[in-house]
């Protein structure tokens, strides 16, 4: 069964400062794979997805996240966090040929301080 | 622009009520989700629809059911609501096809029961 580990609850980052957020995925094949944001009081919002192809895949907001392969990962960074950024952020993955399943990951609270 | 409306924002039931949470999208979707979001467990898959009087069973579906009539709408049943069902419930929805694999959500109704 797939499933989705997201290894850090809460991060604090300082306004202006880079931001990696880390997300591990076990799955027998490729999965597709999902970055989501929810802000306080909101619905999830799609940042950004990976299918296939390049591995470094830009979403909005100025998010981007990597693929990597041999380490199972899929990790959701961006250069300057600004303070509208604090949110609650998902991973997720679905099994491509399966059903419409998507398993989501725990969930990474993010903090923006000035 | 895409919607997906829950009926209600906030709700408050007692033990052992019948509760209907109502979603309803403008997208001409063909599948939708009911998912329940705890802290700390992320989103749990509730039950989907991937047509209208379809649904399937996802990872929670011990005193839930679900109701799809119409393709725009689908209900979710809380039989004889208990506490441990206090909660914030997510719907969704997407389009069939992998090159749309985006579920979009509503903006969720926090139920308590007491």
């Known amino acids: 069964a797939q499933s989705v580990t997201q290894p850090d609850i809460h991060i604090t980052v300082s306004e202006g400062a880079s931001l990696e957020l880390r997300c591990n995925y076990s799955y027998g094949a490729t999965p597709y794979l999902f970055w989501y944001v929810q802000s306080p009081g909101q619905g999830l919002q799609l940042l950004l997805k990976?299918?296939?192809?390049?591995?470094l895949v830009q979403g909005i907001k100025g998010f981007e996240a990597e693929f990597k392969r041999s380490q199972s990962s899929f990790n959701l960074r961006k250069p300057s966090v600004h303070w509208s950024d604090a949110a609650e952020y998902f991973c997720a993955v679905r099994n491509p040929g399966g059903y419409q399943k998507v398993t989501f990951g725990t969930g990474t609270k993010l903090q923006v301080i000035p | 622009d895409v919607k997906v409306t829950q009926s209600s924002r906030y709700l408050v039931k007692r033990t052992g009520e019948k509760v209907f949470l109502e979603c309803v999208q403008d997208m001409d979707h063909e599948n939708m989700f009911w998912y329940r979001q705890d802290p700390g467990l992320g989103l749990r898959l509730i039950y989907f629809?991937?047509?209208?009087?379809?649904?399937e069973k996802g990872d929670i579906p011990e005193g839930y059911s679900v109701s799809r009539e119409k393709k725009e709408r689908f209900s979710l049943i809380l039989e004889s609501a208990s506490t441990n069902q206090t909660s914030m419930y997510l719907c969704?929805?997407?389009?069939?096809?992998?090159?749309?694999?985006?579920?979009?959500f509503g903006p969720g109704t926090r139920l308590t029961v007491l």
């Open positions: 969704a929805s997407r389009t069939s096809g992998a090159a749309f694999d985006t579920q979009y």
């Open positions: 990976y299918f296939s192809g390049d591995t």
């Open positions: 629809s991937y047509d209208v009087k379809m649904k």
